[in-house]
């Protein structure tokens, strides 16, 4: 029975003297919750009222009409055993002219511990067939202020003025007034699960997103687990009071299923739901299932979490999230720069922003914003992130410095990796983070990875993407492992191997199949940091003047030069010394060609090269060349700090000048790489030398060199606090570098804006990397003979088609 909980809830559980309680696979609880709704005909009726609005409707919008109505019976239903006395109070109130707010403080005190009510006489099975459209808006006039709200976000009376005009509202009311929504027949827990399941079936045939309200439930089931089973006050203690926030709550899953959880161990505890939720319709699910379950529902927000956080003054003892994967925060990205730059760490994201195109991180970092103050108990999060915040962004990015912080804090208690097709949405690799700024003794400057990728078994029906469930053996192994926080070896799990394709040929000696397996590895915190050093090397150029490399010089260079190439070889009779460049009347043939071959040039370019003044100026240049040529010669110089000498003395002596873009084109025309040639120095300098930092000792001197940006390289140096940054760094390079390219050197100038140190400091999670296991290749001759059968069967097939 206990199998499922790890060893410090085992011990809670003998503490207060419960024997268990029974849980159910996602598999299983689809198998049961379907034959409880067809005793209901919760399912059947539903689809029969999709039925009705065949042909009226969109298929789209059927979710949007019978989710309502089947919040609205479920509301009628929780409300009944309490209608009378409601009515009599209110009735004994009416008299008193007493304010909304007063009276509904008084008729809450008659609901018999509800936090809602209905003051109509009506209910769904007293509208009667006349103005049915009026009634029903009466009835829903009589909520209270916050289920009212609820319908108002479903926008529900527009689409009640729609059936009424198509006839159908009378139908629908008849069909939806005869399903059984009592908390006796459906508990909260499973009413929660039939909501999420009509969404997943509507938003399925509307091609809509259905995982985006909600998570599968043995993914609540696992977070909530992990993010739980450390507070033993929380399981234990009577009247112990715990709040729970999910920033993107979606229909209220993960708030639903924290409480359960908690209630399940400790009736006495009392849980306080918090959140916030974008989407209208989702918002509204979730506030009507607080509702219901007497939660203060003013707590539930609608709104962008990221750009206008309704609970900014909050802080919460736990938080579970599912925020959605990959998903850009552009819109908002305004107001998210402005509370980095202005607030920093006064605001949420002082640690970092990630890149545009995936606002996970900036969830995490609002997560970590709202944690309790450890003086205060502190707090704990669970949130199911995609692979991409493991190791997206390297040293110095957005994303880099958010893992830092949160590491540096040492607020990451644990990563689990999921199996894939867990999902309604994407069948995407995924990743649970465990943080939490009160840390036991043991787990301070460490990081559990729990590698859980093969915990699953294959769903005997996929939901969308979802075709992978874990059962309560495969939560139980993760929950133990976290809990003991052990680091496990890889081991094999008693898993029925994936199915393989049967099409085709089949291999005579196929490929060893990869066993599935389960183990946990525990690392130090700076184990997942690395400082990146830039290595340079430095530049070596040959120089020679040669006629091909001067005539390059006629014409200007970027993308101008391919154009004037073709003028010059295709307009003969403008090259005179009078009338060079002046291409006027040639105009529209060039622009022509242009348009055709040269589309990318914009027209301030074109405007230039018809202009006589960038040919007259190309024309100087290669001038000046052809009279340097006959000064230096043609010989290869492979020593460019005696050619740059030569070059300035030719200078001198010929009278002529070369302003620095003249000069640059000129040496870009007669120079070239030349690993063989001597390095150039940039400058002598009057320190010591020191080769590992670029100060060499070079004919008799102490030297920096030019670097090649080309050969510039950057190494990740895995961090070592127990040593100094440039010992580590030295020790690194002499090791790993300078073997390879004696003539490097560490730039002393690439330094961390936090720490000021040589190198940037930058972290990732290479998670697959830890838990890699090599497979080795199957043997050549294996590989042969599976190729001499194929070649023999294609053979044969040949013979069969020319016979």
């Known amino acids: 029975m206990f199998g499922y909980y790890s060893r410090n809830e085992f011990n809670a559980w003998q503490r207060i003297g419960i024997s268990g309680l029974p849980r159910f696979t996602e598999q299983l609880w689809l198998e049961i919750t379907l034959m409880s709704l067809s005793s209901n005909n919760l399912a059947s009726d539903s689809w029969a009222i999709a039925d009705l609005l065949r042909g009226d409707f969109k298929q789209s919008q059927y979710g949007r009409i019978i989710l309502p109505f089947c919040l609205l019976r479920r509301l009628e239903c929780v409300l009944a055993p309490t209608k009378d006395a409601v009515l009599a109070k209110f009735q004994e109130i009416q008299?008193?002219?007493?304010?909304?707010?007063?009276?509904?403080?008084?008729?809450?005190?008659?609901?018999?511990?509800?936090?809602?009510?209905?003051?109509?006489?009506?209910?769904?099975?007293?509208?009667?067939?006349?103005?049915?459209?009026?009634?029903?808006?009466?009835?829903?006039?009589?909520?209270?202020?916050?289920?009212?709200?609820?319908?108002?976000?479903?926008?529900?009376?527009?689409?009640?003025?729609?059936?009424?005009?198509?006839?159908?509202?009378?139908?629908?009311?008849?069909?939806?007034?005869?399903?059984?929504?009592?908390?006796?027949?459906?508990?909260?827990?499973?009413?929660?699960?039939?909501?999420?399941?009509?969404?997943?079936?509507?938003?399925?045939?509307?091609?809509?997103?259905?995982?985006?309200?909600?998570?599968?439930?043995?993914?609540?089931?696992?977070?909530?687990?992990?993010?739980?089973?450390?507070?033993?006050?929380?399981?234990?203690?009577?009247?112990?009071?715990?709040?729970?926030?999910?920033?993107?709550?979606?229909?209220?899953?993960?708030?639903?299923?924290?409480?359960?959880?908690?209630?399940?161990?400790?009736?006495?505890?009392?849980?306080?739901?918090?959140?916030?939720?974008?989407?209208?319709?989702?918002?509204?699910?979730?506030?009507?299932?607080?509702?219901?379950?007497?939660?203060?529902?003013?707590?539930?927000?609608?709104?962008?979490?990221?750009?206008?956080?309704?609970?900014?003054?909050?802080?919460?003892d736990y938080m579970l999230s599912n925020p959605p994967f990959?998903?850009?925060?552009?819109?908002?990205?305004?107001?998210?720069?402005?509370?980095?730059?202005?607030?920093?760490?006064?605001?949420?994201?002082?640690?970092?922003?990630?890149?545009?195109?995936?606002?996970?991180?900036?969830?995490?970092?609002?997560?970590?914003s709202k944690l309790r103050d450890a003086a205060e108990g502190g707090g704990r999060i669970g949130i199911i992130l995609n692979g991409s915040p493991l190791f997206t962004g390297g040293a110095g990015s957005g994303e880099s410095e958010i893992r830092r912080y949160i590491l540096e804090a040492d607020l990451l208690e644990a990563i689990v990796a999921l199996p894939t097709d867990m999902f309604y949405n994407t069948g995407i690799s995924t990743y649970v983070w465990v943080l939490s700024n009160k840390k036991t003794s043991e787990r301070k400057g460490k990081v559990q990875l729990i590698n859980g990728t093969d915990l699953c078994s294959k769903m005997r029906k996929s939901l969308?993407?979802?075709?992978?469930?874990?059962?309560?053996?495969?939560?139980?192994?993760?929950?133990?492992?976290?809990?003991?926080?052990?680091?496990?070896?890889?081991?094999?799990?008693?898993?029925?191997?994936?199915?393989?394709?049967?099409?085709?040929?089949?291999?005579?000696?196929?490929?060893?199949?990869?066993?599935?397996?389960?183990?946990?590895?525990?690392?130090?915190?700076?184990?997942?940091?690395?400082?990146?050093?830039?290595?340079?090397?430095?530049?070596?150029?040959?120089?020679?003047?040669?006629?091909?490399?001067?005539?390059?010089?006629?014409?200007?260079?970027?993308?101008?030069?391919?154009?004037?190439?073709?003028?010059?070889?295709?307009?003969?009779?403008?090259?005179?010394?009078?009338?060079?460049?002046?291409?006027?009347?040639?105009?529209?043939?060039?622009?022509?060609?242009?348009?055709?071959?040269f589309a990318e040039l914009k027209e301030k370019l074109i405007k230039d090269v018809l202009s006589a003044d960038i040919w007259l100026a190309q024309k100087a240049l290669l001038e000046k060349a052809q009279t340097l040529h006959a000064a230096i010669g043609d010989a290869q110089h492979d020593d460019f700090n005696e050619f740059d000498k030569t070059l300035t003395q030719a200078q001198k002596t010929t009278g002529i000048k070369l302003d620095a873009k003249e000069r640059k084109q000129l040496l870009d025309a007669i120079t070239w790489k030349n690993p063989d040639a001597e390095p150039i120095v940039k400058k002598v300098l009057k320190d010591k030398a020191n080769p590992q930092y670029g100060k060499f000792s070079y004919k008799g001197k102490v030297v920096e060199f030019e670097t090649d940006g080309d050969l510039r390289d950057n190494e990740n140096v895995p961090l070592n606090p127990s040593l100094s940054v440039n010992d580590i760094n030295e020790a690194y390079f002499q090791k790993e570098v300078q073997p390879h390219v004696p003539d490097a050197w560490i730039n002393p100038d690439k330094r961390d804006a936090k720490d000021g140190e040589i190198g940037i400091v930058g972290y990732e999670i290479p998670f697959n990397r830890h838990f890699y296991v090599y497979q080795p290749p199957r043997q050549l001759e294996e590989i042969d003979a599976d190729l001499d059968a194929v070649t023999k069967d294609i053979l044969a097939l040949l013979q069969e088609v020319h016979s």
Not at 157 to 166: R, S, T
Not at 328 to 345: N, R
Not at 346 to 365: C, I, K, M, Q, W
Request: hydrophobic content about 40%.
């Open 95 to 316: 008299a008193m002219n007493l304010s909304e707010d007063a009276q509904e403080k008084m008729l809450l005190r008659a609901t018999g511990g509800l936090s809602f009510f209905n003051t109509s006489k009506m209910d769904l099975s007293k509208l009667g067939e006349t103005g049915i459209k009026a009634n029903l808006e009466n009835y829903l006039q009589g909520f209270s202020k916050d289920a009212r709200e609820i319908f108002e976000h479903f926008k529900f009376m527009e689409f009640v003025g729609l059936l009424n005009d198509a006839n159908l509202l009378y139908k629908v009311v008849q069909k939806v007034r005869t399903i059984d929504l009592s908390p006796q027949v459906i508990s909260n827990h499973d009413m929660g699960l039939v909501f999420e399941e009509l969404i997943r079936r509507f938003a399925e045939s509307s091609n809509d997103t259905a995982g985006e309200h909600f998570t599968p439930r043995d993914i609540v089931r696992l977070t909530t687990s992990l993010v739980f089973m450390e507070d033993d006050e929380a399981l234990t203690k009577p009247g112990i009071i715990r709040t729970i926030y999910d920033p993107t709550a979606g229909t209220g899953g993960f708030l639903s299923a924290g409480m359960e959880y908690v209630h399940e161990l400790n009736p006495q505890a009392v849980m306080r739901a918090y959140g916030q939720e974008l989407n209208p319709e989702s918002y509204a699910i979730c506030k009507a299932d607080m509702l219901i379950k007497g939660q203060e529902v003013s707590n539930i927000k609608l709104g962008n979490t990221l750009s206008n956080d309704h609970l900014y003054a909050d802080k919460f």
């Open 326 to 368: 990959g998903v850009d925060w552009k819109k908002i990205e305004t107001a998210i720069q402005d509370e980095h730059k202005l607030k920093g760490f006064d605001g949420r994201f002082g640690a970092g922003l990630p890149r545009v195109s995936d606002g996970s991180l900036l969830f995490l970092l609002h997560l970590i």
């Open 464 to 597: 969308g993407s979802k075709r992978n469930v874990m059962d309560d053996t495969d939560i139980a192994t993760i929950t133990r492992a976290f809990g003991d926080f052990e680091a496990i070896d890889a081991y094999s799990l008693d898993k029925t191997a994936d199915a393989k394709s049967n099409r085709g040929r089949q291999a005579a000696s196929p490929k060893a199949e990869v066993p599935k397996t389960f183990a946990s590895k525990i690392f130090a915190t700076h184990e997942f940091g690395y400082r990146r050093i830039t290595i340079e090397r430095p530049l070596r150029l040959s120089a020679q003047f040669t006629l091909d490399a001067i005539a390059t010089l006629r014409f200007a260079t970027g993308p101008l030069k391919p154009v004037m190439e073709w003028i010059y070889q295709h307009i003969g009779d403008e090259w005179s010394d009078t009338t060079y460049g002046r291409l006027a009347s040639h105009e529209d043939a060039i622009r022509s060609k242009i348009i055709k071959d």
